[in-house]
Every structure is written in structure tokens, then in C-alpha cells.
């Protein structure tokens, strides 16, 4: 998951800019009945994968996690769906955080163990 993220970043700032990946501990006080996509209480790491690049266009910002749907000449279309699916097989979630013409945040939250 995190490969796929810093690769994402690295091609969106083609090859110049600034990658951080930081981690940190949360907890979290939710209910899975507001939005069913949304963590449980508990407690989590929230990975953060942000980069310095141009953002995401705000009309392709609902389509991102879609299966297939790339913005690259070459490439499946598959690695945020990937990463989602598999941050959600560990009780976690994949989202998309801050997106401007300053750079955009990935935030992912897994269960802390």
C-alpha cells in the first residue's frame, strides 16, 4: 500500500518536489452507522502520504478509488483501489485527505495491534 502511494506521488510531482510519509497513533470515537465506509472506535495508526504536486482536479476527486480508472497514459488503473481494498481487509481504510495545487495527503488508518 505504501509503495503504491509514494509511486502515485512521485509521478504526480514528475520527479521533482517533496514526498513525507509520517505515522502516528489515533483513536478514534466513531459510528459505523452514520457511513458505513468509516472506522469503528478503536485505536489506529493513521499512515500519511503527502506530496508536493500539482492535486487532484476536483472533477476526477469521486473517481479516484474506482477500479480501471487512471489518469496516466500507461497504467491498470488499479493501485488505489488495491490499497483501499486491502487497508479495508485489515479492519482499515484508505482516504483522500488534502488535495490542492500545493500537493495532496493520503491518509491511511489501520488498526493498531
Request: hydrophobic share 35%.
Amino acid at each position: 500500500m505504501l509503495t503504491n502511494l509514494a509511486t502515485n506521488a512521485c509521478e504526480a510531482m514528475g520527479g521533482k518536489g517533496e514526498l513525507r510519509i509520517t505515522a502516528e497513533n489515533i483513536r478514534i470515537e466513531a459510528s459505523r452507522e452514520s457511513d458505513p465506509r468509516s472506522l469503528g472506535s478503536g485505536d489506529y495508526v493513521r499512515i500519511s502520504v503527502s506530496d508536493s504536486g500539482p492535486g487532484i482536479p476536483l472533477d476526477l476527486r469521486d473517481r479516484i478509488f474506482a477500479p480501471f480508472f487512471t489518469t496516466k497514459a500507461t497504467g491498470t488503473g488499479l493501485g488505489l483501489t488495491t490499497s483501499a481494498k486491502m487497508a479495508a481487509s485489515q479492519g482499515g481504510l484508505l482516504t483522500l485527505g488534502r488535495t490542492d495545487d500545493a500537493g495532496s495527503d493520503f491518509h491511511l488508518f489501520l488498526p493498531a495491534a
